[in-house]
Structure formats: structure tokens, C-alpha cells
């Protein structure tokens, strides 16, 4: 790809607290770390006032790709400029902080449960 083209993504959502921002987390945080990857660490995540709505989907990209929990997301985006998502937008931040916690408690279970069964495989052959 020629160095000097822009990728852009697009995310029409309002700045309300009963719009669904959370649609957008996945496609967005994944967009991001390409980008990232892509482009030597640059990127722009821009909205009308950069205060809400991009913040909120940078915490997202966050606490996805960089396993940070939600407050910490948050405060990583703080240092670098005064945010005020809105409170239908952090209690959908909250959500995916729950639903990413689940998961990841479930991989750590699912991780401990394959060396117990190379164990227990490892004794049935010795015993077969």
C-alpha cells in the first residue's frame, strides 16, 4: 500500500446516552490496531469535540487489544486529553469490560484444563 493514502473508518453514532455505541467497539478497535501496526504507530480517532465518543472507542481498543480494564482504559485516555464520554456510553464501556472479563476467565480455565488432560492422557498410555 502507497505510504501516503489514508485509511479512514467511519462511525455515524450521536452523542446521546441511549445511542448504541457498543455496535461499533469490535470493528473499530480492530480497525485501530491494524492501523497501528500498519502505519508505525499513527493514527487519528477524531469526533466533534473528541471528548465522547472517540474517547469511548479508544478505551474500547484498549481494554480489547491491551487487556486493560476499563478504569485504566479510561485513564490511559485521560493523560493525553480531558475526555467526558457520556453515561450511556461508560455504562456500555462497563458492559464490555463484564463480557471481556468473562471471556478471559474463561480462556485462563480452558488454558488450566489442557495440561490436566495431557497429564491424564500421558498416565492412560502408560497404563494402556
Keep these: 500500500m502507497h505510504p501516503n493514502l489514508i485509511q479512514y473508518l467511519g462511525v455515524e453514532v450521536d452523542d446521546f446516552p441511549e445511542v448504541d455505541i457498543s455496535q461499533h467497539f469490535r470493528k473499530a478497535a480492530e480497525f485501530l490496531d491494524e ?20 474517547a469511548v472507542l479508544v478505551a474500547a481498543y484498549l481494554m480489547i487489544f491491551h ?11 485521560r493523560r ?21 472479563m468473562e471471556e478471559r476467565e474463561e480462556d485462563c480455565k480452558a488454558q488450566l484444563r489442557l495440561p490436566v488432560r495431557a497429564v491424564l492422557q500421558h498416565l492412560a498410555e502408560l497404563q494402556g
Design 80 to 100: 493525553k486529553r480531558a475526555i467526558y464520554p457520556n453515561d450511556g456510553f461508560l455504562k456500555q464501556l462497563w458492559e464490555l469490560n463484564e463480557q471481556l
Design 35 to 54: 492501523a497501528l501496526l500498519t502505519y508505525r504507530g499513527k493514527v487519528l480517532v477524531s469526533s466533534e469535540m473528541g471528548i465522547s465518543r472517540s
Design 67 to 77: 487487556n486493560m480494564a476499563i478504569l485504566e482504559a479510561l485513564m490511559t485516555v
